[in-house]
């Protein structure tokens, strides 16, 4: 029983070196190039690596378990990475111990005479990290850790800390969402944190770096409550050329989406360039139909959806209008897509086209799904989905073009007479039909 034990110990601690070597060559993006000779050899573990297995071990023999951020790009229970730009990276370690009075621990090893020792601890009260970023946020080739913390339920914490023998915390507050950002673009990530004021406003408030500390350098008053925010999106951009900005936004009980659009301007700080000069709110409202500001149109600026009225509260698929903020906050039309959110893709409508009374009807069969765009009346072209053992056939039925092959889905086309009529080949069918692809939010 003991040698079964001690064998189990063994695997665990050979896929542990196993899964830091694989963290270090990924994150250092390293290359390898080997010989079929050298692939069939195993691998020898740095020093280094073993020794901070067993570093690991240790922690993990005294009571501690690993407690791997919740969300954001950083997931693994333990990261490698170079925090002091001295070409050698760090080991972070993400555990908690419930029984301490902080149970949420994050171990620093730094190399040492070729060894990992322990050289930080970072730790704090709450259930678990939510996220982690490492940024070098006041240009000095050090990188900060931005680390938030689910302290309970309805509570979260973000704090920024400079890695030292003794951590220090730059700054510390409550949040709804925060996000990194070079808004005034001077080449440094900015936090930026939305969250409720202590006059019950909902703000977000841009933190920067004034004598040598990290504080609130500017602050302005967003449009959707906190709750509307969190069943909303974040998203970095630009708002134009030369504008970076961030797109916030809130969805209502209503189903109502408000977006605010932050930029930064030299002479008075924080915007929020969407704002209505009577009603104090953003004028970009809409009806939300399960999308988010976007560049749509890949010209590097974001546009804000805005489904035709023809949408219903309960429909999935439907023309939508794309607009791009101009700088005195206008909103003006960048694009049209007809989205069919339900198939997974979205076709975009020719400018020539917008003029012309635009219609789209769908119709079903057992494992296909026809959409069919008509102007004035007179259908244009048609969009199949089609799964099934027979999809490839069906795909190319007929006068049918496939657009594009997913594992168990084929999607075609059909081009009518009036579509040629109307200025659409096969060439601009195809540079028109997407497909939807999800989103990482922080």
């Not at 029983?1 to 270090?24: D, E, F, N, P, Q």
């Not at 590097?300 to 219903?312: L, M, Q």
């Not at 259908?379 to 027979?390: A, C, H, K, R």
Request: aromatic share 10%; glycine share 10%.
């Amino acid at each position: 029983m003991t040698r079964g034990v001690s064998a189990v110990g063994r695997i665990k601690r050979i896929g542990l070196l196993l899964a830091l070597l694989a963290a270090a060559l990924g994150l250092g993006g390293c290359g390898y190039d080997a010989s079929v000779e050298e692939l069939f050899t195993l691998p020898r573990m740095a020093e280094g690596y073993t020794d901070l297995a067993q570093q690991l071990d240790g922690l993990l023999n005294q009571g501690y378990e690993y407690a791997s951020p919740t969300g954001g790009r950083n997931i693994q229970s333990v990261q490698m990475v170079d925090l002091d730009g001295d070409g050698r990276q760090e080991a972070l370690a993400f555990m908690r111990r419930s029984s301490d009075e902080k149970p949420l621990k994050i171990f620093v090893f730094r190399m040492e005479n070729e060894n990992y020792q322990p050289y930080c601890t970072i730790e704090s009260s709450g259930t678990a990290v939510d996220s982690v970023y490492y940024q070098d946020l006041n240009g000095d080739g050090r990188r900060e850790l931005v680390v938030g913390w689910r302290i309970s339920t309805d509570v979260q914490t973000v704090a920024v800390y400079a890695v030292e023998r003794e951590p220090v915390a730059l700054m510390s507050s409550g949040y709804t969402r925060f996000m990194m950002q070079d808004l005034n673009g001077d080449g440094l990530p900015s936090l930026l944190v939305l969250r409720t004021s202590e006059e019950g406003l909902p703000v977000a408030e841009f933190y920067g770096w004034q004598d040598g500390q990290m504080g609130i350098a500017y602050r302005c008053t967003l449009s959707s409550t906190m709750a509307a925010l969190s069943r909303g999106s974040l998203v970095s951009g630009r708002m134009d050329a030369d504008t970076p900005a961030m797109f916030i936004t809130g969805v209502d009980e209503r189903g109502v989406a408000v977006t605010d659009i932050l930029i930064f301007r030299p002479e008075v700080g924080l915007v929020n360039v969407a704002l209505d000069g009577s009603s104090g709110v953003s004028a970009a409202i809409f009806p939300y139909r399960q999308l988010q500001p976007q560049d749509i149109d890949g010209d590097g600026c974001i546009e804000i959806p805005r489904p035709e009225d023809t949408w219903s509260a309960d429909q999935t698929d439907g023309l939508v209008s794309w607009l791009r903020c101009v700088d005195d906050g206008r909103l003006a039309i960048a694009g049209q897509t007809y989205h069919s959110t339900s198939c997974g893709w979205y076709l975009t409508v020719p400018a020539s086209w917008w003029a012309w009374n635009v219609e789209a009807s769908t119709t079903g069969i057992q494992n296909e799904n026809q959409f069919t765009m008509t102007i004035n009346g007179d259908p244009v072209l048609s969009i199949y989905t089609i799964t099934g053992e027979n999809r490839e056939t069906r795909g190319r039925m007929g006068t049918r073009i496939v657009l594009r092959r997913q594992t168990a889905t084929v999607y075609a086309a059909e081009l009518y007479d009036a579509g040629v009529y109307y200025g659409m080949n096969e060439e601009l069918l195809r540079k028109s039909f997407s497909l939807i692809t999800g989103s990482w939010i922080n």
